[in-house]
């Protein structure tokens, strides 16, 4: 393989190609063995991310394959790349998602496919599947496994304005402190449990 | 007067080491690295002198060992620190002890050992109690101090994994069960166990009439001694060629330099904010320990949930809270082991990468460990012989939480995690002739896939969190030493990995079968988990997480022997054994499964074993996988028909013995999939309010319950479990 400079290995190209798994691989382990990554990464991937998604708002964070943090107006929401809006970002997403709960051992044992037909586990009762599915497209955004009764688990709440303005050094133009704070038990305190 | 540098005891460099970090920032202070600036390739060369001084005495010195656990796996580590313990650079191998050093200096300071027993030119210590740091009592760790003209300006050290601890209830290593901590094994504390570089005799006496492969274990600790004293011997000459003023300023200097590097890595690579995760396992002791220990008669869960907050500043601050009690399994976790061996676990293979591997990572870490947690006990009488496999719920959430931020951040290249099951085979017994042998098999360890990234599969069979020179080694090798155990295939068998739109890297499973079982033979399997709970616990993107694959299956009164003396040949992998049952070829007496982690099981001549481990997981959504990847794994045989069909929703036809995958039927076929989706899920809300009554009416499984009293005894814990399901401050369990 002919040597590459630094400056096209990591280009916006290169980056394109490998969100899509079109990227050789051996370019992908000189991309890996870079200890230091190129520090204007993460402005082409929202780049090309602007561009794959078609949004119109502002990308301000890509939260997993088909979910986004976006400035809508003066909220900043989590939505969907077919264009379904979660709401808020500071309540957790799967709140506005449909969720499949697999309890039994045999539905367990639909989606696990490693477990010996004749082996009676998962246990029925100790473990459940949590599937959340987007109410606009019905993909799979998050599997959870975990005991019935587990508190729906917030895997990641970005700091957005501390991230822009101290680690990539362009503010967002809303900063507030307010925008770091978790809003999900306060939205579910709000439901109607009668 | 100290041994330390001028005349300072090592208790007051201790305190000065971490006074000017805390009053500067930078590593004792160091705000310019004057050396690194003066003369960057004088400061290259003697920082290689002294890594390769480390790969060196690795290298040479693990030949000394009996056992290819340490000779082919690589289940050792050599280390070159500071007197205050932190650890300059290390050789390749079992990378994640670096940080646990740090803490049995530390405790030796403490102790007094200064002044009785005394550290001296020529010394010899050594430690295995995880009381003092490290993970389970397997590992073994030995310490050479250095001085120049009197005053202690570094330690050697070697570690490694041994091969048999000497436990109550069975030969291991990592002995699954164990009630309480007079039932370990041999754990010793911090030990003068020589002078004058010479190892003491009453040492080995010790290795021999403490564990059963006392041979083993004692050319495993004179491997230890032989590297350490290597890594002194070129230290000496380091420090002649550059001064000792170099030398100390220098390997200083190293530690600043790597913790910059670190700094900036987080900075371009993470997102500050707050990340969950679950994580859980059970012990699996019921029916395992005998009428003796019935208060450890019981499944005991080993909950970890995890919160981690980087902030602004490039700290990590993670918070334990709700993390399960204490209890009388061997899965207790002495917190100092927790915070560094087992973060070090996470952070080396996500941050450090440097020519020298080091700890400088450790002074970016904050913890909140709840006291008399299993990562935090309190309780002395507990065991902790497998410590380890607690810490280790930590790693596969953190390698998780990073590979979140990566993918956030564009950096889709650093997808390297696993969910970290794949545990030891422990054979023992007694052969014809009367002589006793047991043995460790690391294959498992050793073999590892990984996780899928965002943007491919993950690996198969090829790596290990532990230890980034892993080998899962030569079959023949392992059977060497297990003389009856014969394996008869190491295979890739298929589905068994978590789905997503990238799948799992491929699990692996070992068919072995009895041949001159001797006079007593039986097997046990330390393991991160068993499928009872299928796994752990957060996928990505929509990807089924990783599942605890370790799980066994025992056939015993087989006619397998005979059919091979007829040359009829084996059966390689579970599904061939049960075809070959239902085809009345094999005959069978007993089937016995066991998930995860196995006590000892007494096997005969004939008996058949099947293991399995690392099935890891997926990414994304399963439906959205390329049909052209579905058409490779299908021809390759990782996954059948059946379950490319259920789970990806691909209908895919044989064709000259090729399968292949047909878009339109697969497009309507997806979209049943989402139609049953659609019939099958609940608005949110309303899945919420059904699921409280089973919370509101407290209608769990004992195991359950003691998950969560842990979770509603913990202010902040229960704070968050409440307010999630609205119970009202009262609510326990
Ligand atoms: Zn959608």
Known sequence: MAEIRSGELTSRENIKLMMEGKLNPDIVNSLRRMAIKEEDRFWKYVDILQEKTGFKERILLRLSDHLYIVAKGDERIVKCDCGYEFGDYRINWKLGSLVRARKTTEEMKEAYTFLPKEMPHPEEGLVEIREFYCPGCLAQLAVELVPPGYPVVFEMFPDLDTFYRDWMGQPLPDENPEWFQDKTLEEISHWDIE | ?733
Request: aromatic content about 12%.
């Open chain 2, 1 to 733: 007067m100290g041994i330390g540098e001028g005349g300072k005891t090592i208790a007051e460099m201790l305190e000065e080491r971490d006074r000017l970090i805390a009053e500067t920032g930078y590593f004792y202070g160091l705000k310019e690295l004057e050396l690194h600036d003066e003369d960057p390739a004088k400061m290259t060369r003697f920082n290689w002198r002294l890594t390769n001084a480390c790969i060196t005495a690795k290298e040479s010195a693990k030949l000394l060992s009996a056992t290819p656990t340490v000779r082919t796996f690589g289940e050792c580590l050599f280390m070159l620190l500071l007197p205050q313990g932190d650890c300059i650079t290390a050789s390749h191998g079992l990378a994640g002890h670096v940080a646990s050093a740090r803490d049995q200096i530390a405790y030796m300071v403490r102790l007094g050992y200064e002044d009785n027993p005394k550290i001296r030119e020529g010394d010899i210590f050594a430690c295995n109690s995880p009381r003092y740091g490290g993970g389970h009592s397997a590992d073994n760790y030995t310490y050479v101090p250095i001085f120049h003209e009197g005053e202690l300006v570094a330690w050697a050290a070697g570690i490694n994994h041994i091969a048999e601890v000497g436990s109550a209830l069975y030969s291991a290593s990592v002995p699954i069960v164990s009630p309480t901590t007079y039932t370990d094994g041999w754990a010793y504390p911090p030990m003068k166990i020589g002078d004058g570089f010479q190892i003491a005799k009453w040492w080995n006496l010790l290795w021999k009439e403490k564990t059963r492969m006392g041979n083993f274990n004692i050319l495993d600790s004179n491997m230890r001694v032989a590297g350490s004293i290597m890594i002194h011997e070129t230290v000496k000459n380091v420090i002649e060629e550059f001064g000792i003023d170099y030398f100390r300023k220098g390997i200083r200097e190293i530690l600043e330099r790597e913790r910059r590097r670190v700094e900036t890595i987080v900075r371009r690579q993470m997102i500050p904010g707050i990340y969950k995760h679950a994580y859980w396992r059970l012990s699996e002791n019921k029916g395992q320990v005998g009428p003796s220990f019935p208060f450890a008669d019981k499944d005991f869960p080993i909950h970890t949930p995890i919160e981690l907050h980087l902030t602004g500043d490039g700290r990590f601050s993670i918070d334990l809270s709700g993390t399960s009690r204490e209890d009388y399994h061997s899965w207790n976790a002495p917190s100092d082991g927790t915070r560094r061996l087992a973060l070090a676990w996470w952070w080396l293979p996500q941050f450090v990468h440097s020519i020298c591997i080091n700890t400088a990572f450790d002074y970016l870490i904050d913890y909140t460990i709840p006291e008399g947690s299993h990562l935090n006990p309190t309780n002395e009488q507990l065991s902790t012989s497998i410590g380890l496999g607690g810490m280790a719920t930590l790693m596969t959430p953190l390698w998780n939480i990073c590979k979140r931020c990566f993918f956030s951040r564009g950096v889709l290249e650093e997808d390297w995690s696993a969910t970290g099951c794949g545990g030891l085979l422990e054979p023992e017994g007694v052969l014809e002739v009367g002589v006793p042998w047991s043995f460790g098999m690391f294959g498992a360890a050793g073999s590892w896939s990984t996780d899928a990234g965002s943007f491919r599969d993950g690996l198969s069979a090829a790596t290990c969190g532990f230890n980034p020179q892993s080998d899962m080694g030569e079959v023949e090798e392992w059977d060497l030493y297990e003389p009856p155990l014969v394996c008869l295939a190491r295979k890739l068998p298929p589905n068994l990995f978590a789905h997503g739109k990238f799948r799992g890297g491929l699990g692996i499973s070992w068919v072995f079968l009895v041949v001159n079982a001797g006079q007593r033979l039986s097997i046990s399997f330390g393991s991160g988990g068993g499928p009872r709970i299928i796994g752990p616990a957060v996928g990505m993107s929509g990807g089924y997480p990783g599942g605890y694959t370790d799980w066994h299956v025992i056939f015993s009164n087989t006619n397998a022997l005979e059919l091979i003396e007829k040359g009829m040949g084996y059966p390689t992998t579970l599904p061939e054994i049960m075809q070959w049952i239902n085809e009345g070829k094999l005959k069978v007496g007993k089937i016995q499964y066991v998930s995860g982690g196995m006590p000892s099981i007494p096997l005969k001549d004939g008996d058949l074993y099947v293991l399995s481990s690392h099935g890891e997981a997926g990414w994304g959504d399963p439906v959205e996988r390329d049909l052209s990847l579905i058409e490779k794994d299908l021809n390759e045989g990782w996954m059948t028909p059946g379950v490319g069909k259920d789970i990806y929703g691909a209908v895919a036809q044989s064709v000259d013995g090729k399968w292949q995958v047909d878009k339109n039927s697969t497009n309507k076929e997806r979209e049943k999939i989402k139609q049953t989706r659609r019939e099958k899920a609940k608005p949110f809300k309303e899945w919420w309010l059904e699921e409280r009554e089973l919370v509101v009416n407290k209608e769990f499984k004992e195991e359950v319950s003691y998950i969560y009293q842990d979770v509603l005894g913990n202010a902040k814990a229960g704070a968050q479990f409440r307010g999630f399901w609205r119970v009202g401050e009262d609510y326990q369990l």
